[in-house]
């Protein structure tokens, strides 16, 4: 087996690793079949690891007592990375080469998921992607699949722009955490601006984890845009929204929001309670949705994530994390193997139904159709986590496909609006 | 008689202090020189200022002729000023030999056996032989006392400083110590002593400097320094 | 003469596993564990010798990887080009750390180097050609020597840069410079007054220190082939490079390797065990354990066992 | 580019900031400035400060209340601590350089790891009455919580300034860094009064600590830049003195509001550390040193 890998590392052909599979699969008949990852469960990623690795374990249980993959127990393997890249590559090689596992589920985020690339593409491994942004686009790896809703930076602040466009907003400013995530939402709204009349009034970064925004919204208020574009940590939300309330923005301001990292987790939703009222921003799922088997996720999530102290609604990750589950099962039971090349080959020609619809992809193994959506908060409580769940908390205003209701504007109006 | 250390009018400031205010000093070759005063009145800060420990004063210092005055502490070792410290500083780190070795290497710039050999010699003669591979931070008060000379003696100096390297000891450790400097002095080194025990000083110096409040108030024989009224108020008060 | 002879057995030992058919784990790992051999050593040549304490030690792993990964993308430099300019220019950062805060006392040093850490990360952060906040993805050459993997030949370098330092250490631990280290942590004012030019021999430690940390940071973008600030600029590194030497015991080249080697592997295993956050927690706890039970590191208590069972 | 005006209100709002950052500062300013103790758990004791308020003012107990209910807590900390670091450090005096600055190092990690491993790496917020909302004076609005800084940090600063001034114990404290000798003359223990000072800085810190959670949200790692700001200001100030604490402090926080409004707050962090380094360079006994 090993001198067989090492021939292949030599030539460097993925396709030949094919070959071993069936060697390794003789004597591992009955055997369970190993899917094996790196969740961050601690450090900045760790709320939203925890939250997504929920998911996984319920598709885990699920197919288990459906008996398993092609009669085979699956056994989860999950170690943690502490949401740091520079600990992933050793994890991923002892996967391989020392758990050896099957099928590999790359960490959430791209900072963990970058310096893991190379090593996969070597092993010629197919690897589900996890939320991570266009970490492919540069390894070209053919048997790499991301079930994040969006595909280039685009996808992100599209609608958000879109609802200013029609609110009659010809001014905008940008301001965004100086982090990997927050950076490419805010150039993809930077790449949308450039090719409109729109003049950018402001655009700044500040580092990570700041916490008082003051001077950050006075300098905002004072270019006076008429559309601000938000792209900040879960951890910062609040700050902000607490200086937007004091220092204010200014009439003309028409929409507010955009890609606020955070605003889908619980916890940060629920200590912005009221504040949260009139923001437009990014998600990828929110109540009203309508995907087969959603519902019936969400609550048995709920209860497991109750019991495991993590986000209790877990809107943004889990139901994807569980579509990850349900593409691996799908693509093997269709192929019958797991053989990863063959797995890689259905998945990049079929459409797969899962709980958060449809999912196809492109040659990149991006998503072909992005599905994130714009959605504008309304009514909210203060301290009241439950009201989350009921449709109308959030209202879609784009995509026109699930499209609720329309935006309301001004942003002052839009925060006082019921 | 050939002069070795002069001193000229060298002021130092601490902030808004004036530690020292013109100070005049000459010192000739292989005298015993005795330098006395209250506390805080200047001897340590000048002794800091002839050894380099400070280079930011006013006023001139010259070492054989040379002017010294912006030269660094290990500089100035090296063209011949050691001095032990008020409050022993030995490398508590390393062994009495070690001690010795590391003047032997930056002055002298070898540390091999001949120097280890020598290094014995200086400590045979101040009766630490035995105590040569002990760490030095095992020392009794007085062998430390007498491992910082030793170890000044390893650089080879010229003109030693003494900065009260009897404070603390019995009375014969005194006499101890004091036997020992003057066996330096025969070997033809210049020695400042600094002390608090006037009749060490009395005892050892050929002449004796009272600082007092950062000048000199009155130089002499011991016999008259003694006498001097000024001295008296300087030590008593008035 | 015998260490020459050990240290080029070490060497062969090395090479013979790095082309060895054996699992691939073993190069991720041990290329994490040698890297902090050379930072602990590194970190011991000024610390450990002369006293003087750096908390700064990311900026100088950042300052060898960012080189590293500029020297790649506008020239492509090989790897070794890569890892001799980070090191000297992690050099001139100690250099120039040194020169600005090495008259000072001890602590003000240590202050100054945990600031060259923030300002320089901010200044990464800010700095689009390396990726700035975003990190960079970097597609490693194909160029492998002799090696099977590219990992397999970082281990091997990482191997020889890991000997390399630690020769040096040891080298500088019996010089002149060494004893004149030691005269410096014991009493700054007596060393200078048996002759020893405090001032240039800590510039040069903090240079040589600098510049081995340098060193042990450059091959990391090629490792991750991505390079990302917020964990380059990870002050954990401080907390291991100056835990590992004081752990191991200061006084003496081997006390950082015996330190590194224990903990970078318990850290190595604990991630994949029982991983979270009590991983960096370890560490600090061990260190004040020995910083204050015993202060001469494992090396002290060794010397106090042989003793007592005389 | 930038106008006159929003140079103005950023200068207005450097100057609370700035009382801000001398608050947190003055423990410091006392523990390494006055006693020369390697203090650089100073900043994690903060953090600790903080943490400890938002604990309690979930029973609903106001954040400054808070902070003066932990005073006595955080003081009895602080003596333990000196007594520690004396017993194990200076009376040896083992090379307290090395050591002593490992040790609290260490002790600082092991605090924001703590931290992490109760709360997670979240930012915690307090609220009060006064969070949230702000004064407005004509064009100029003025968050209150920043207000309340301002108030606590004067506070602070006047407090500790009598206090080294007027009071027996707090003039031998400002003595015990100059010259122990003159203190034993004196007729007062030394090490006593160090543990006295020690105590007086860490309890300041739960204080401080409250503010600064109340000026914004709290995140166990936050120290690390908290290092920068208050030893910058100590150094700034020149080591020990309190009124010259609060002028640092002054500066950097006026600063840092300039370089947020111009150059943009991603260069915020640099400021600190920059003015620090600058300081080191040229003028280590700071500006109203000796």
Redesign the interface.
């Known amino acids: 087996m090993d001198k067989i890998r090492r021939k292949i590392l030599e030539t460097g052909g993925a396709g030949l690793l094919a070959a071993t599979v069936p060697t390794s699969m003789a004597f591992a008949q009955s055997a369970p079949v190993k899917i094996g990852m790196s969740m961050p469960q601690t450090g900045g990623l760790g709320a939203g690891g925890q939250a997504a690795l929920i998911g996984l374990r319920m598709w885990v249980d699920d197919v288990n007592a459906k008996g398993g993959l092609l009669g085979r127990k699956v056994e989860f393997i999950v170690y943690d990375d502490q949401s740091n890249g520079a600990n992933t590559p050793g994890i991923y090689t002892k996967l391989l080469d020392v758990d050896k596992v099957d099928i590999l589920i790359a960490p959430y985020a791209t900072n963990p998921t970058a310096p893991i690339m190379p090593l996969v593409k070597e092993r010629g491994k197919l690897l589900m992607g996890n939320f991570s942004f266009q970490v492919n686009a540069k390894v070209q790896h053919d048997m790499w699949f991301n079930n994040a809703p969006w595909n280039d930076a685009k996808g992100w602040s599209e609608g958000f722009l879109e609802a200013g466009k029609n609110a009659g907003a010809k001014s905008i400013a940008i301001f965004a955490a100086d982090a990997e995530f927050q950076q490419n939402l805010a150039n993809g709204c930077r790449e949308i601006v450039k090719n409109t009349d729109w003049n950018l009034v402001y655009d700044q970064n500040y580092p990570g984890n700041n916490t008082d925004f003051s001077s950050i919204i006075r300098s905002v208020r004072a270019a006076r845009p008429e559309v601000v574009f938000v792209a900040c940590y879960p951890n910062e939300a609040v700050a902000i929204m607490r200086s937007v309330n004091e220092i204010g923005l200014g009439s003309q301001v028409q929409i507010f929001g955009g890609g606020m990292v955070g605003l889908q987790f619980t916890p940060v939703m629920q200590s912005l309670g009221s504040l949260l009222n009139g923001v437009v921003n990014y998600n990828s799922y929110v109540p009203g949705m309508k995907f087969p088997g959603i519902e019936d996720f969400f609550k048995r999530y709920t209860e497991r994530a109750i019991a495991a102290k993590v986000d209790p609604l877990g809107f943004y990750l889990p139901p994807f994390n569980y579509a990850t589950g349900q593409m691996i099962e799908q693509a093997v039971n269709a192929t019958k193997t797991f053989d990863n090349k063959r797995l890689a080959d259905y998945l990049r020609r079929n459409e797969i139904n899962t709980i958060v619809g449809p999912i196809s992809f492109d040659k990149n193994g991006e998503r072909s159709k992005p599905r994130m959506v714009q959605a504008q908060f309304r009514n909210i409580k203060d301290n009241d986590w439950e009201q989350f769940k009921n449709p109308g908390k959030q209202v879609v205003i784009w995509p026109a496909a699930d499209k609720q209701g329309d935006v309301i504007t001004p942003f002052d109006r839009a925060r006082k609006a019921t | 008689m050939e002069t070795i250390l002069e001193v000229n009018n060298v002021v130092k400031q601490f902030g808004g202090f004036t530690a020292l205010s013109g100070v005049n000093v000459n010192v000739h070759k292989g005298e015993r020189l005795g330098l006395i005063g209250p506390n805080g009145s200047g001897k340590t800060t000048l002794i800091n200022c002839i050894s380099g420990a400070f280079t930011d004063y006013e006023g001139a210092i010259h070492f054989n002729g040379q002017d010294i005055s912006k030269l660094k502490a290990h500089e100035r070792t090296k063209r011949g000023i050691a001095r032990s410290f008020q409050i022993p500083r030995p490398f508590s780190s390393m062994t009495v030999m070690e001690n010795l070795l590391v003047p032997f290497a930056f002055v002298g710039g070898k540390d091999g056996p001949e120097q280890q050999a020598e290094a014995m010699e200086i400590l045979r003669g101040m009766g630490l032989a035995d105590k040569a591979f002990v760490q030095s931070n095992q020392l009794s008060q007085v062998e430390l006392r007498k491992m910082e000379l030793a170890r000044a003696m390893a650089a080879k100096p010229k003109l030693l400083i003494s900065d009260e390297a009897m404070a603390g000891l019995s009375g014969n450790e005194v006499d101890e110590v004091l036997e020992i400097l003057f066996d330096l002095n025969k070997l033809g080194i210049t020695i400042i002593m600094i002390e608090h025990i006037m009749q060490a000083v009395m005892k050892f110096s050929e002449r004796v400097i009272c600082l007092d409040a950062g000048k000199i108030i009155c130089e002499g024989t011991p016999e008259n320094i003694v006498k001097n009224p000024d001295v008296q108020r300087a030590y008593l008060g008035d | 003469m015998k260490y020459s002879i050990y240290a080029f057995i070490a060497l062969l030992g090395f090479l013979g596993l790095s082309l060895m058919?054996v699992?691939?784990?073993i190069?991720?790992?041990g290329f994490?564990i040698l890297q902090f051999v050379v930072l602990a050593t590194a970190w011991n040549i000024l610390?450990?010798y002369a006293?003087?304490?750096n908390?700064g030690v990311p900026a100088f792993i950042a300052v060898g990887a960012y080189t590293a990964v500029v020297l790649f993308k506008s020239i492509s430099a090989p790897l070794v080009v890569q890892i001799i300019g980070g090191g000297i220019l992690a050099g001139l950062l100690g250099l120039t750390v040194g020169l600005?805060?090495l008259?000072?006392r001890?602590?003000?040093f240590?202050?100054?180097t945990?600031?060259?850490v923030?300002?320089l990360?901010?200044?990464v952060?800010?700095w689009r050609y390396v990726g700035?906040?975003?990190?960079l993805?970097l597609?490693?050459p194909?160029d492998l020597w002799i090696f099977?993997?590219y990992?397999r030949m970082l281990f091997f370098v990482m191997a020889v840069l890991a000997i390399g330092s630690v020769s040096i250490a040891r080298y500088i631990q019996d010089s002149?410079l060494g004893?004149?280290l030691?005269?410096v942590?014991?009493?700054e004012?007596?060393?200078?007054?048996?002759?020893?030019?405090?001032?240039k021999i800590k510039l040069i430690a903090c240079t040589i220190s600098g510049a081995l940390m340098g060193i042990a940071g450059a091959p990391?973008p090629m490792?991750?082939?991505?390079i990302?600030p917020?964990?380059t600029f990870?002050?954990n590194y401080?907390?291991s490079a100056?835990?590992m030497p004081?752990i191991g015991g200061?006084?003496h080249w081997i006390g950082p390797v015996i330190g590194a080697l224990l903990l970078a592997t318990i850290q190595?295993v604990v991630?994949?065990t029982v991983?979270?956050?009590?991983?960096?927690?370890v560490v600090?706890?061990l260190?004040?354990l020995f910083?204050?039970l015993a202060?001469d590191g494992i090396l002290g208590l060794i010397k106090k066992w042989k003793q007592s069972s005389k | 580019m930038i106008s006159l005006d929003l140079l103005f209100e950023a200068v207005l709002f450097g100057i609370l900031l700035g009382c801000f950052y001398a608050a947190v500062s003055l423990g410091l300013s006392v523990a390494f400035g006055l006693l020369d103790v390697p203090y650089v758990a100073h900043p994690a004791l903060l953090i600790l400060g903080s943490y400890f308020t938002f604990l309690l003012s979930k029973t609903g107990i106001d954040p400054i209340i808070c902070g003066l209910l932990l005073m006595p807590v955080f003081y009895v900390i602080g003596i333990a601590l000196y007594r520690f670091y004396y017993e194990t450090f200076e009376r040896r005096s083992s090379d307290t350089g090395v050591r002593g600055l490992a040790f609290f190092f260490g002790i600082a990690f092991i605090i924001e790891v703590c931290l992490i491993l109760v709360f997670g790496v979240d930012q915690r917020t307090v609220s009060a009455t006064y969070i949230g909302s702000s004064l407005e004076i004509g064009e100029y609005r003025f968050p209150y919580r920043m207000l309340v800084a301002f108030g606590i940090a004067i506070f602070l600063t006047t407090l500790l300034t009598l206090y080294f001034s007027k009071t027996f114990n707090g003039r031998a404290i400002k003595a015990v860094g100059q010259d122990e000798g003159a203190l034993r003359l004196m007729g007062a223990n030394p090490v006593k009064i160090k543990q006295l000072a020690f105590g007086i800085a860490t309890a300041v810190n739960a204080l401080a600590g409250a503010m600064l959670i109340i000026v914004g949200p709290v995140e166990p790692a936050m120290d690390r830049i908290y290092i920068g700001r208050t030893f910058c200001v100590v150094v700034l100030a020149g080591l020990g003195s309190m009124s010259g604490t609060l002028v640092a402090g002054l500066i950097l926080g006026i600063a840092e509001s300039i370089v947020m409004m111009t150059l943009g707050a991603s260069w915020a962090p640099a400021v600190s550390f920059g003015l620090l380094l600058l300081m080191l360079g040229i003028r280590p006994q700071g500006l109203f040193g000796r």
């Not at chain 3, 060393?191 to 030019?197: D, F, I, K, L, T």
């Not at chain 3, 490792?223 to 991505?226: A, E, G, N, T």
């Not at chain 3, 991983?275 to 927690?281: A, R, Y």
């Open positions: 058919n699992n691939e784990y190069f991720f790992a994490v610390g450990g006293g003087y304490v908390f600005l805060t008259k000072l001890g602590i003000f240590s202050i100054a945990v600031a060259v923030f300002i990360e901010t200044v952060m800010n700035g906040a975003t990190g993805q597609t490693r194909q099977d993997t990992t002149f004893r004149g030691r005269a942590r014991d009493s004012e007596a060393a200078e007054c048996s002759g020893v030019p405090t001032l990391m490792y991750l082939s991505y990302e917020t964990a990870n002050l401080s907390i100056l835990g004081i200061t006084s190595q991630t994949v991983s979270n956050e009590l991983n960096v927690l600090g706890v260190l004040v910083v204050v202060p």
